[in-house]
């Protein structure tokens, strides 16, 4: 990693001097870790109590170092121009060495709401409003970079929005509106750099008035003699009232209906090996209150569905996080919405045929030829029928995959996801307080809004080699990876 020389001699002098693998360790400094050597850079909004941090955006690296301040621009040849706090200059730093940077980006207030998510064959989803489809290119209105031209080819699945902004709870800002639990280690959680932090016994919940139709999801990092458990639906915030306890580790899974008067019983559990990662997972659970079933998912991935036999157990709308000795929780990305009952999962390739195929929202499907979309309706053309059907009728399109292409991957490729959901993965040309540029064989080129993007992956090839290394055990720069095997 190379740095500009900084205006700040002590931070200069740290930086530089030491042993080769000295490196900026700014939040994972729980206690109960074994103690790195490197330089410990506080973050700007490290606190115990409530306030807002000053930036929330931090660049990391490969090499898991994180840095916080804010970004100044990004450049395909120079690099990224980085702002720290500790700094009286920017600093530049080479892209091969980052791994992501993560911005202090919303969705504008006054953007048009998005009706339908994209999915493309690459994996990318965008959200926007259909303006046409024909044989050949799907035209997207978009608030973050106006049109976007889409070869039909590059198209997976259309799945239309419903209901707007499903969206309840965004967070942590601070401790305000948390409350701690009566029982355990006085400050066992603390709020530091935009993260909840456990490293103790104890309790933290919150009113997020939970709809009927749920999703919680968060990004979790899990270490130390772990022993995580979430719960939903209770009816105390400073404890586990009654509510569904879903228990999470690196190896295993456990649901609980939990009542404080009838004691719980178990929903059951499962082995889940290689499945939470050492660095960070992102942690989804999805609840439908009226079939009485709760859905786990890791990293997009359905891991474990559970049903209630009896009476639904929530009685109330709060969501409890609980840790204990020994523990180290870190939950960033706290998001609470409304869920539409959907799995945003196109069909698996050996259901795939060579016809597209249209779910309804009254869960008929039929096959065949989408000729076209136009107006808010959708032409079909069957075996049987032409047929014509509004948007608003229909739950998903799945493409056929006999006439898909997909974009070849680039080693330059960086990943941005925006602020609503989905991912856009693209050559990043340049970024500025005026905006992103960047190409794709998938929109050609454009350019996006300054707020566009809520965080960028870069160096996806060595990212994913770091992945296998985690899922198969091999990661040896964990320092509780004998625990994880």
């Known amino acids: 990693m190379n740095f500009r020389p900084l205006t ?15 490196r900026i360790v700014v939040d994972d400094n729980a206690p109960e870790q074994p103690a790195e050597a490197g330089i410990h ?32 621009s990004i450049d395909e040849s120079s690099g990224v121009h980085w702002q720290s706090p500790e700094a009286g200059e920017p600093i530049v730093f080479k892209t091969g060495q980052v791994a992501e940077i993560k ?11 998005s009706a339908e998510r994209i999915g493309l064959t690459n994996g990318d989803k965008f959200p926007g409003n259909i303006v046409s489809l024909d044989g050949n290119t799907l035209v997207l209105d978009t608030w973050y970079a106006g049109r976007l031209s889409i070869p039909r080819a590059m198209l997976r699945s259309i799945i239309p929005l ?4 499903s969206v309840v709870y965004e967070g942590p800002t601070g401790l305000d509106g948390w ?41 979790l990092v899990l270490r130390g003699n772990s022993q995580f458990s979430v719960g939903i639906y209770s009816d105390r915030t400073d404890t586990f009232g009654n509510c569904y306890m879903l228990a999470l580790s690196a190896g295993y899974i456990e649901m609980q209906r939990f009542s404080r008067t009838g004691g719980s019983s178990d929903l059951g559990s499962a082995q889940m090996q290689n499945v939470m990662r050492n660095d960070k997972s992102h942690v ?7 079939k009485k ?23 109330g709308g709060n969501i409890v996080f609980s840790c204990q000795p020994g523990t180290y929780v870190r939950l960033t990305d706290i998001k609470v919405s409304k869920w539409d009952g959907k799995f945003d999962e196109s069909a698996s390739p050996e259901a795939q045929s060579d016809e597209d195929a249209v779910q309804l929202a009254n869960e008929d499907r039929v096959s065949g030829h989408l000729e076209a979309i136009q107006d808010g309706k959708a032409k079909l053309s069957s075996a049987y029928a032409e047929l014509s059907i509004p948007i608003d009728r229909i739950d998903q399109v799945d493409f056929a995959a006999a006439h898909a292409d997909q974009a070849k991957p680039d080693p330059s490729d960086v990943r941005a ?16 307080e005026k905006g992103a540029t960047g190409s794709s064989p998938n929109f050609g080129k454009a350019s996006f809004s300054p707020g566009a993007f809520a965080r960028i992956l870069f160096n996806l090839p060595a990212q994913q080699q770091n992945q296998d290394a985690n899922d198969s055990g091999a990661d040896g720069d964990s320092p509780d990876q004998g625990e994880h095997d």
């Open 417 to 432: 996801y925006f602020p609503e959901g989905g991912s856009v993965t693209m050559q990043l040309n340049q970024w500025d």
């Open 8 to 22: 700040i001699p002590a931070l200069l002098t740290l930086l530089l001097a030491g042993p080769g693998r000295a």
């Open 293 to 315: 079933s709760i859905w786990l998912l890791i990293d997009g991935k359905i891991v474990k569905e559970w049903s209630d036999p009896a009476e639904f157990n929530g009685g």
């Open 179 to 219: 409350s701690t639990g009566r029982t355990g280690i006085e400050r066992s959680w603390s709020f530091r750099d935009g993260a909840l932090i456990g490293t103790n016994y104890g309790t933290i919940g919150r009113d997020v008035k939970l709809p009927d139709m749920s999703s919680l999801e968060f990004d």
């Open 103 to 113: 911005l202090d980006a919303q969705r504008p207030s006054n953007a048009p709401v």
């Open 162 to 165: 419903s209901g707007g902004d």
């Open 41 to 72: 850079v506080p973050g700007p909004g490290d606190a115990t109590g409530g306030g807002s941090p000053a930036s929330q955006e931090t660049v990391s690296f490969l090499n898991k170092d994180q840095l916080h301040g804010s970004l100044i």
């Open 284 to 290: 989804e659970i999805r609840t439908n209150k009226e």
